[in-house]
């Protein structure tokens, strides 16, 4: 343990000791994301990990960088800290996955108003459990004491992650092809996104979260809005490595109508059954209570769909199984069409 203190620095509200603590309890949080190219390093100036390229004929970095929102508020209401992390590798990695790039390495960054040991080390131990989902090293991060600018119970999370992809390799949308499959992969709910219309229909400052409610299957509403986001990495590279993969869109903020047109070129649109498509009871309990019309809910949620994968119509029975086969229940929402219009729903 460091011998640096400042009682100084501890009267206007740092704790340092308080952060030489919570880095000894995240520890053991780290050492299970340990891949091979990872060097142990953590409390250290910078995170080192050994980039292994071998049978790649033109390896390209690919990074990636977000946060979680403004769910965030949810943990804090519940005082349920382990589950977050998840929520911001998944936003990260959810998104390089996109071009066939395999995470390599994650870094966190944390801005608390008061430092608690355990609760960081809690947050981390969620990271931690979504580098491990998505097969990356957790090598680094950093936690910043804001006292004065923060509230003692508030606290802020971001990542930032970096994979590699051969460049042949990576997912070209410029292969899309009119009658292409449009496959959903499906969420575990709301995901990390959307939260600030959230929390205003359900009014969640004063709500009890606790309560069971009837059409969420019995669950509170808390326990449903906290479900971490799905972490896609693992499907989708074993997806890439066994089908022709023209598009892949992950679904966040902006829902259907900004995300899918992000992995189809112009001229062509996506058509999607709304009959097809699996709509978890959250998002009708949304726009119920809120009088939130369809469209605003395609357009600022992901509905039930984490992520879209565009393949060709006679590969899309190998797609499904595939998928399957790791893990994930997906099914055809639709298909790519000719025209301007880069997603209807009918």
Excluded: W
Excluded at 83 to 98: K, L, P, Q, R
Excluded at 260 to 281: F, M, N, Q, T, V
Excluded at 314 to 329: K, S, T
């Amino acid at each position: 343990m460091s011998e640096s203190y400042s009682a100084s620095y501890a009267a206007a509200g740092v704790a340092i000791t308080a952060g030489y603590r919570a880095v000894e309890l995240m520890k053991s949080h780290v050492a299970r994301t340990m891949t091979a190219g990872m060097a142990e390093n953590i409390g250290g100036f910078g995170g080192l990990f050994q980039l292994d390229t071998a049978g790649m004929k033109a390896p390209c970095l690919v990074s990636g960088t977000d946060g979680v929102g403004t769910k965030i508020r949810i943990a804090q209401l519940l005082d349920k800290h382990d589950t977050i992390g998840i929520d911001c590798v998944a936003m990260c990695v959810n998104d390089i996955i996109c071009c066939g790039a395999k995470p390599l390495f994650f870094l966190d960054y944390i801005a608390c108003g008061k430092n608690v040991p355990e609760k960081i080390a809690a947050i981390v131990g969620g990271v931690a459990e979504g580098c491990v989902q998505a097969g990356a090293a957790l090598v680094g991060g950093e936690t910043a004491e804001h006292p004065g600018v923060m509230d003692e119970h508030d606290y802020d999370l971001a990542g930032f992650t970096v994979g590699v992809v051969d460049r042949e390799k990576a997912v070209d949308m410029n292969k899309t092809r009119a009658g292409d499959a449009v496959i959903a992969l499906p969420s575990t709910g709301v995901h990390s996104n959307g939260f600030s219309l959230v929390r205003r229909v359900f009014r969640v400052e004063s709500a009890d979260l606790l309560a069971p409610i009837e059409a969420l299957d019995g669950k509170g509403l808390g326990e449903t809005l906290l479900t971490p986001t799905r972490i896609y990495v693992k499907p989708v590279l074993a997806l890439l490595e066994q089908v022709e993969v023209h598009g892949v869109s992950h679904i966040t903020g902006g829902g259907f109508y900004e995300n899918i047109p992000r992995s189809i070129p112009r001229g062509l649109g996506a058509k999607i059954e709304k009959a097809a498509l699996r709509i978890p009871p959250v998002f009708q309990l949304i726009a119920g209570t809120g009088g939130v019309p369809e469209r605003d809910m395609f357009n600022t949620f992901n509905m039930g769909v984490g992520m879209s994968v565009t393949v060709p119509k006679e590969q899309a029975d190998q797609a499904l199984a595939v998928l399957a086969e790791n893990g994930v229940d997906a099914y055809i929402m639709g298909e790519i069409v000719p025209g301007e219009e880069k997603v209807t729903l009918c």
